[in-house]
């Protein structure tokens, strides 16, 4: 049984992020980057699965330059087997992502019995990839997953909708799984699991090699800013005889004249 796990690396959410002078993206040198947290979730299921069933071989995949291997290496330090990177810039679109995921899963040789995924990227949310990727291969997914469970080739899946309700799917693999949060606890990776990860395989393909090209862009980023700095509050004292009725008024004329509310 092979289990491909896609992840991505994205930036802590404690970094300052700043634009690139001509607006195009972001700028990376800087940045410290962590696995996407709904990741983790995915990398998780797929060890459980590991765990009931021995020979299950778990590759993790990931699309990023060739210096930015940490994801990887945490997940093989948790557990999976081997991994998979796509030297590719940080800003393609979730067409191209899914389109180089499908590419080097078949290059990578194995067939996929199954493939888990986090719902969403935390840095851009745009919960897309799991979808796409499903229709590119032909299979059926099924996302936002809050239980999980394998029979043989038959799978059971919770799904989260509004509210707090769940939605129950019967499927069978091979299929697409997009993992939410409480569908389990990931662990963390051992020492010795660190030590291991160092010799485990790390293959790394070009996107060339997995068939894409500039020309599958669908979507291309432009002029990213910060968000404009907000202006300082203004602070109201009563009078000394408590009445309120100065502030109100000063309050009143603020949200009518400035603010442009009432």
Do not use: H
Not at 25 to 31: D, H, Q, R, S
Not at 170 to 188: D, E, I, M, S, W
């Amino acid at each position: 049984m092979n289990i491909f796990v896609c992840i991505k690396q994205v930036p802590d959410t404690e970094t300052k992020i700043v634009p690139m002078k001509d607006g195009s993206f972001i700028e990376t040198n800087a940045i410290k980057w962590v696995m996407n947290p709904y990741d983790e979730f995915a990398v998780e299921q797929a060890l459980q699965i590991k765990t009931k069933i021995p020979d299950a071989n778990v590759v993790v995949v990931r699309l990023g330059k060739t210096r930015d291997t940490e994801a990887l290496r945490t997940a093989m330090a948790m557990g999976a087997d081997e991994a998979i990177l796509i030297d590719a810039d940080d800003n393609l679109d979730s067409y191209m992502t899914a389109k180089a995921i499908k590419g080097a899963i078949l290059k990578s040789g194995k067939k996929a019995d199954l493939i888990l995924t986090g719902k969403q990227a935390i840095d851009d949310d745009n919960l897309q990839v799991p979808s796409l990727l499903a229709q590119m291969m032909d299979l059926p997914s099924v996302c936002v997953v809050v239980g999980f469970d394998l029979n043989g080739s038959a799978l059971t899946l919770k799904r989260e909708i509004e509210g707090g309700a769940v939605e129950v799917y019967n499927t069978t693999l091979p299929c697409v799984v997009a993992c939410q949060k409480g569908l389990n606890t990931p662990r963390y990776a051992s020492l010795p699991g660190i030590m291991k990860a160092k010799k485990k395989t790390l293959t790394q393909y070009s996107l060339a090699d997995v068939g894409v090209t500039d020309a599958d862009r669908r979507l291309k980023y432009s002029d990213f800013q910060l968000p404009p700095e907000k202006p300082p509050g203004k602070k109201f004292q009563a009078m000394e005889d408590g009445t309120q009725k100065v502030v109100v008024n000063q309050v009143v004329s603020l949200l009518r004249n400035e603010a442009k509310i009432i």
